[in-house]
């Protein structure tokens, strides 16, 4: 038996697109164990992924703590690792790479600059999809890839009964009307137009609700849809999972809960501008889909909810 390590830090979005690679790497090492280091939001959350044996924390202090890195690179170094997939590709995992495994090739680390094909720059590379850029780097370790490109999120839910009692949701539609405050090119403006539209249509056939993030809470106060909450507070990753698993239908920003949505078959609609695609993004499924506009301002409710009745029905 081998010991096998995946680096994941996050983001939330990243996670779930992640999803099908990890359960590759697992399926093509069955007697080997697999080791995932991520970050505090997320350490918990991949505990219950049934692909994965351990979870070791990364804090992310800075790189210039000598005595975190030193104790994070001594924790990594004891597990002898045979190999390493860096399906964050980021930076700080590159600079890890640097350390435990300076002259490593491909055999040794697989990442996105390890596995970079002879006949792309870096920048060519990266124009691909996010799933695409997976299943390249995975193949490349001559694995089969089964699950990288139709990742499955579903692993990640719990049981909400007592919130879906709490609130009474028989039927709802799920609006994720937030996104990072420095990533406002991304907001689509119009999810009270859209709410009112489907209470005007629909009547007491669907409630329409959201699930705030922490930082959200104070602002879904202002909005018509019901702010779904556990004992006041927001929702768990595997919570959030479930009840994006119950909606009729999802209407979201370019977000994590749009991806979530996406990767566990979930029907709904990503709302695009000119930030990125769709395509690079990799999110648009057989039951979740895009809609990408230069500028989100012009978008209407009515076109959205049109979308939204076609899916539906």
Known sequence: MSNILIIKHGS?????????AIQDIFENHPNDKIYLLTTK??????????????????????????????????????????????LQNSSRSTFYK???????NSEKWSSSLTTLPESKT???????????????????????TNNT??????????????????YDLKKFILLFPFCSPHLTLKKWPYY???????????????????APGPNEIKDS??????????????LSISQLTTLIQKSSFVIANDTGPAHIAAHTNTKGLALFGK??????????????????????NNLSAEKVFERLLKKLN
Request: charged fraction near 30%; charge should be neutral; proline fraction near 3%.
């Open 41 to 86: 939001p997320y350490f918990e959350l991949f505990k219950k992924n049934p692909n994965i044996h351990e979870v070791i924390l990364d804090k992310r202090l800075s790189r210039f703590n000598i005595f975190y890195l030193f104790s994070l690179m001594k924790e990594l170094k004891k597990h002898n690792f045979f190999k390493v997939f860096d």
């Open 192 to 210: 009270e137009k859209i709410t009112d539209l489907i209470l005007e249509n629909f009547g007491n056939e669907y409630k329409v609700i959201t």
């Open 98 to 104: 640097k350390i435990l495994f300076p002259n490593a």
């Open 12 to 20: 939330l979005g990243d996670i779930a697109q992640a999803s099908g």
């Open 275 to 296: 930030h990125t695609t769709a395509y690079k993004v990799s999110i648009e499924r057989e039951n979740f889909k895009a809609i990408q506009v230069e500028d989100l």
């Open 149 to 166: 490109l139709k990742p499955n999120f579903n692993w990640a839910s719990e049981n909400i009964d007592e919130l879906i009692n709490k």
């Open 221 to 234: 106060k202002n909005f018509k849809a019901i702010p779904v909450l556990d004992n006041d507070k927001a």
């Open 122 to 144: 870096k920048e060519e590379f990266d124009k691909l999809s996010v799933l695409e850029r997976f299943d390249h780097q995975l193949r490349t370790s001559n694995l089969k």
